[in-house]
């Protein structure tokens, strides 16, 4: 039996600690990420996740390779479109 479709992480992840993988990591509830993890996610290249809005930043400038939840079939074609979002704020 292969990973699950969906884990969540949560809490501080300051020290390196065993992870549990999925097909798609849920970061919502993470308060806190160590930079270890930036390795964890080189060794899981293409690691789909979703939530962590406040890392995507992050993980955009260390170069870190994941696939954030709109790349995911899984996901893909859910919430609003990128004209739908700039209808309702602009």
Request: aromatic share 10%; proline share 7%; net charge negative.
């Amino acid at each position: 039996m292969g990973n699950p479709r969906m884990i969540h992480w949560h809490g501080e992840l300051l020290w390196p600690t065993d992870l549990p993988t999925a097909e798609v990591i849920d970061l919502s509830r993470v308060t806190a990420l160590g930079a270890w993890c930036h390795e964890w996610f080189r060794r899981h290249p293409g690691q789909s996740v979703t939530g962590g809005i406040a890392l995507k930043e992050r993980f955009l400038r260390a170069g870190i390779p994941v696939r954030w939840c709109d790349d995911h079939p899984t996901f893909a074609g859910t919430g609003v479109s990128a004209d739908e979002r700039d209808m309702l704020w602009s």
